[in-house]
């Protein structure tokens, strides 16, 4: 199972480079968990875009009794790795 949760701030650019991301990291199913709050932590291979902590991430998972590793991405790393851009208008992000 391969579970990718990229997070950052808010208009940061991980709505806007999901597809790029998921192909990346070879995965199908995208969360966007500001999108769909209350949903339950995906079950399989997925691409998770949050702006939760890596423990309200780990919570949220737990919650919904969903077990597996988890691999933590900075978005302005992912978008580093993948030779992306911030959107226009975003403060530079740290890597």
């Given at each position: 199972m391969t579970i990718v949760v990229i997070h950052g701030p808010p208009g940061s650019g991980k709505t806007t480079n999901a597809s790029t991301l998921a192909r990346f990291h070879g995965v199908s199913v995208i969360v966007d968990d500001g999108a769909c709050m209350g949903q339950r932590f995906p079950a399989g291979d997925a691409l998770v875009?949050?702006?939760?902590?890596p423990d309200e991430v780990r919570e949220w998972q737990a919650q919904s009794r969903r077990f597996g590793p988890l691999t933590f991405v900075?978005?302005?790393t992912a978008l580093k790795i993948v030779g992306a851009q911030p959107p226009r208008g975003t403060r530079k992000l740290a890597a």
């Open positions: 875009l949050t702006t939760r902590s900075l978005i302005a």
